[in-house]
């Protein structure tokens, strides 16, 4: 026969198994990790609940606490601190939508409930992929079936349910107004079934383009738009700059002429200067 094991080891044996456990242990799961004989045989359940109430109060005041919850006992991170424990995991936590979220909260709060009765209450149909996910995630089972035409099934929680969510039993559920306001800003992100963000009207997830951006669009525009009038007006520069080489020639040759024909150099018509061929450059105008 097994000596009894003093507080102190028990205290440790229990803290252990908690650490160790990847789900929540109840007292009779903690009391099957003792042989016989190791626990006062009257009082060993007694013994390990009074271990977990040290062991809770021993944890105030440190960044993780001993909760219970609906399948047992567990440590868990202080929900205060999981903005900084959560950068840890560079996967971001699940998105839900509105309408699983809606209809998660139907079932917890009116169980157990048909699809039926979900889409009465919603006045909308429940889409396929919502009970999936909640089936998954085993969140919700079937547990009957309504004695109606069709049978139709019954849905209610689970202890997943209730450990993912930290409740040990239904009545702890929040109140329903509490509910609607974390589902409320759900419908201003605009977030769908699947927990991505709602198409617009052509179907796509495209938004439009912000003040800021049609400023550089234009601003853009303008500055290709200027590149094109310095581009023109340095062919005309160079037109007026073959036209201004060429013009002592032609003058001479004009000259020559008109004395010929008798016709003095005051006679002759006044000539444009070929300058005034290049001052103005061509603009656009500015839209």
Request: hydrophobic share 35%; glycine share 8%; net charge negative.
């Amino acid at each position: 026969m097994a000596d009894l094991i003093d507080p102190i080891k028990l205290k440790q044996i229990v803290e252990a198994a908690l650490m160790a456990a990847d789900a929540p242990l109840s007292v009779d799961q903690l009391q099957k990790l003792f042989a016989h004989g190791e626990l006062d045989s009257e009082e060993g359940r007694a013994q390990i609940r009074d271990t977990l109430k040290t062991l809770e109060e021993e944890a105030a005041g440190r960044g993780y606490e001993l909760v219970r919850v609906a399948s047992g006992y567990r440590y868990q991170v202080r929900q205060e601190l999981s903005p900084w424990v959560s950068r840890l995991w560079e996967e971001k936590p699940p998105r839900y939508s509105r309408a699983l979220l809606e209809t998660l909260a139907l079932i917890a709060y009116k169980q157990p409930v048909t699809r039926g009765d979900i889409e009465q209450v919603r006045g909308v149909a429940v889409s396929q992929n919502i009970m999936r996910t909640l089936m998954e995630r085993n969140w919700i089972r079937v547990v009957g079936q309504r004695e109606v035409p069709g049978r139709p099934s019954l849905y209610g929680t689970t202890r997943e349910f209730l450990d993912y969510f930290g409740l040990k039993s239904l009545d702890q559920l929040p109140p329903l107004a509490e509910i609607r306001s974390l589902i409320e800003p759900l419908a201003l992100d605009g977030v769908d079934e699947d927990g991505a963000g709602a198409p617009d009207q052509q179907g796509t997830n495209e938004t439009e383009p912000s003040a800021d951006a049609r400023s550089e669009e234009v601003e853009s525009r303008e500055g290709e738009e200027a590149v094109e009038s310095a581009g023109e007006g340095a062919g005309a520069l160079g037109e007026g700059s073959e036209a201004e080489a060429a013009g002592p020639d032609d003058r001479t040759r004009e000259r020559q002429e008109h004395e010929a024909s008798g016709e003095g150099p005051g006679e002759r018509p006044a000539e444009r200067p070929h300058s005034a061929e290049v001052v103005r450059l061509p603009t656009s105008p500015r839209r």
